[in-house]
C-alpha cells in the first residue's frame, strides 16, 4: 500500500486530507486514533549497530536497556543538530530512529557518512512502515486490549515494545500513559487501523501534536536542520545528551556550552491568535524591531488560536518589550511542565 493508497483508504474512514494530514471531525471520546502519516523513520540494523550509533549520537544507548527509548539528536561537527528523534532500542544489533517524515532522508544520509567502516545497515523506512497512534485516558492498557497483547499494559513511559501484529513484526512506543505510537509494516497498517478503531475514535493529527507541544518536546524539520544546538530546544533537560558517556560528532561544543558557558537561547511554549500555521524555522521579532532573535520549532492550531514551541533570545524574553511573529501576531508565553532552568549536571 503506497501513500496514495492509504490516504484513499482513509478518505473512506471519513478522514479530509491537508498534505499528509488526515482530519476528522472533532469527538468528545477519551481514546482518539490518529493517523501519523507525518511521522517517519530510520533502522540502523547489525552487529556494530550500537557502537557506530554511540560515536554519532548524544544520547547513551549503551546504557539503555533493551525495550527501551530515549530522546536524542545527531549533530553536526559544530554542534547543530542535523537531525531529533526517539531512538527505540530492541536490542544492541537494532535500533529505529523515529522522527518527522521530512527529516528522515537528511537523517539517513547524514549518520550514512559515518558508517561506512562498521557492520551497520542503514534504511529509512517512511515507504516500508506507518505510524498510527492512541491518544487518551490510559492509552498504554486500552492498547494492550485492543491488540489482545496483554504485555503492552504493563510498559511504562519511554518503552518500546516489539509485538506481533497479524504476523507482522510492530513496535508500540508509550511516548506517555496517554500516548502510544505503534509502528508497523504499510501492508498491515489498513487492517491495524480497523482493529483500533473498534474501541478509539479517529481523530486528527493536530490533537498528538498538541500534546507534544504541551508536553515541551522539541521537533526538528527540514527547515530548522542544522540550526539548533541540543541545549537551545531543552534536550539536555529531557534526557536527551548524555554528558558522561564520552565522544560523539559535535560533542566538544555541546559540552563546551554545558560546563563552560551559557545558553543565549532555549526553547519557550507560547501562543499567538489564529491563522496561518508558522512554519518551522519562521523568524521571531522583538516587537516594533526587525531583529531576529528567535526561531519557532512547532507550532499547531487549538482551540485558543495557536500553541508552538520557539527558541528564543533569553535577553529578548527578559526585556519585556514583547514579542512576534513576522507577521505581526503577538506571542504570549507560557509555562512549560518542566524546570526550563534545571542543571542536568547536578543529577
Known sequence: MDRQEWQDFLSGEGAKWEGDRAHFPDSEADLH????????AVSVHGPDSQKFLQ???????VNLPDGHATQGAHCNPKGRMISAFHALKGAQDDVVLSLPRDLAPI???????YAVFFKADLKELNDSHHWLGLQGADAVTRAAELLSVPELAHLESGAAKHFSFEGAGAIAH???REQVAILVPVDAAAALWKKLATGATPASFCHWQLRQITHGLPQLHAETSGI??????????????SFKKGCYTGQEVVARLQYLGQTKRRMYRARCEAGDLPAPGLSIMEAGGSKNCGDVVIAERSEHGIDLLAVLANSSVASGTGLQLEDGRTLELLELPYDADADPLTD
Open 174 to 176: 508509550v511516548h506517555n
Open 55 to 61: 560515536g554519532q549520537i548524544t544520547c547513551d544507548l
Open 228 to 241: 539548533f544546538i541540543p541545549q537551545m530546544v531543552n534536550l539536555h533537560l529531557l534526557g536527551g545528551v
Open 33 to 40: 486514533l490518529i493517523d501519523l502519516s507525518p511521522l517517519g
Open 107 to 113: 537523517a539517513l544520509a547524514a549518520l550514512a557518512k
